[in-house]
């Protein structure tokens, strides 16, 4: 601590201490889960959320490791089949954002309320999870049955900008739907 200081804040570089920001009315905000044991865009995703003040929760069947940052949450599920699915989709509901490539899970999640994104950056919406859950199951039973199907698309450049573009873009959406309540309650 400094002298003449009375806070300490953790030295980090992809986080600033905290500004001073408008009280909010929201006793929950936004958490972004992370289903992290195969998420090549964990980095991007500390940066959003330091950038927007949100909470981080990664998720992973055992240890991992995140960065030292009072807002990122580091949750060892545990090794059971679907463990840190199953923690995500208990917690994850409205105004919270689920970053997965596991369709049963995105699924289970959207029918919470959450918004959630792959992390090439394709949005899981409830128009759009049905079809998808029906192509992977269906892929699933075709591969159990010896056929070769190939594998999903290799994980690109264009992939991370599009995720984080994505990702951006669901926090603003979300902050403006939150921010409408209380615009209307003033007027």
Not at 60 to 80: H, K, L, T, Y
Not at 169 to 174: V, W
């Amino acid at each position: 601590m400094h002298p003449g200081s009375s806070r300490c804040f953790p030295k980090h570089p992809l986080r600033s201490p905290p500004k001073s920001q408008p009280m909010t009315p929201f006793l929950n905000p936004t958490r972004i889960y992370v289903d992290a044991d195969a998420c090549p865009v964990k980095d991007e995703i500390y940066r959003v959320a330091a950038r927007h003040g949100l909470p981080v929760s990664v998720v992973a069947g055992n240890f991992i490791r995140v960065p030292q940052d009072p807002m990122i949450e580091r949750v060892a599920a545990g090794s059971g089949m679907d463990a840190a699915d199953d923690w995500i989709a208990e917690r994850a509901g409205k105004g919270d954002i689920v970053v997965t490539s596991d369709i049963p899970l995105a699924s289970r999640c959207v029918k919470a309320g959450a918004e959630v994104i792959a992390p090439n950056g394709k949005p899981f919406t409830e128009q759009s999870i049905g079809m998808t859950l029906a192509v992977r199951n269906l892929m699933t039973d075709l591969r159990s049955s010896g056929e070769v199907t190939g594998g999903p698309k290799s994980f690109a450049p264009r992939d991370r900008s599009a995720f984080l573009s994505a990702l951006d873009q669901t926090i603003r959406r979300i902050q403006r739907q939150r921010a409408e309540p209380s615009a209307q309650k003033q007027s």
